[in-house]
């Protein structure tokens, strides 16, 4: 498990508010990412970030924010702007160095709009 | 981008039986084949991965091969297992040259029957 975390667990939003969720990691990883996994689909790219100060949109950014101030710090913002924003957010590090490396995930935050 | 499918996107299996999952992809520069496995209310975490220069990995239960010719790669559990029940993705990539996302699967539902 350990050195990658995500909080709060649940996360409870009325329409029209930002949220913000936290991850946090202390494995020393350059890379960090979101992603959204909604029920019977797959995990899907919000934003992802290789260096701190610099980060990369993926497949689903409309909606989302995020920065990175700190290498151990990857905080993503769900926006009012998100029209559809329940769901499942994992937070997920990796090393850089060698290509193909594994993906390590944090334990989730499950945003519900209310 | 990497267009991803899964096959079946259900399985039940009984234990002690094999089990075969089927990921295909369309981007044929695609170097690293990772399978992740979650568990459910859990992350996912990575089971087995495979790079392009190798046809088939093995550890213990588990196996991939890799076709690359016909852009596809599969998962095999043999000896199943209750512990094995969980959803499956494949993540096929490029990876290197920049390009550290994953492409994530719609997953596999696996369930053994005891």
């Known amino acids: 498990d350990g050195g990658i975390t995500q909080s709060p667990k649940y996360l409870f939003r009325k329409e029209g508010q930002n949220v913000t969720l936290s991850c946090e990691q202390n494995l020393n990883h350059d890379a960090m990412y979101w992603y959204r996994q909604d029920p019977g689909q797959g995990l899907r790219l919000i934003y992802y970030s290789q260096i701190v100060n610099d980060f990369q949109k993926g497949d689903i950014a409309e909606g989302y924010s995020v920065s990175r101030e700190k290498k151990e710090s990857f905080p993503l913002t769900v926006t009012s702007a998100q029209k559809n924003p329940t769901a499942f957010y994992l937070c997920?590090?990796?090393?850089?160095?060698?290509?193909?490396?594994?993906?390590?995930f944090g334990p989730g935050t499950r945003l519900t709009v209310l | 981008g990497e267009n991803v499918e899964q096959h079946p996107s259900t399985l039940s299996v009984q234990e002690g039986d094999s089990a075969v999952i089927k990921c295909t992809y369309s981007?044929?520069?695609?170097?690293?084949f990772p399978w992740y496995k979650q568990e459910l209310g859990k992350r996912p975490q990575l089971i087995i991965d495979i790079r392009s220069n190798v046809g088939e990995k093995k550890d213990q239960r588990i196996a991939v091969t890799l076709n690359k010719t016909a852009k596809h790669f599969s998962l095999h559990i043999t000896e199943t297992q209750p512990e094995d029940s969980a959803v499956y993705f494949c993540a096929p990539t490029l990876r290197g040259f920049g390009n550290e996302k994953l492409t994530f699967g719609t997953g596999t539902r696996l369930t053994i029957i005891p």
């Open positions: 981007d044929s520069a695609s170097n690293y």
């Open positions: 997920a590090s990796s090393i850089l160095a060698g290509g193909g490396e594994e993906q390590f």
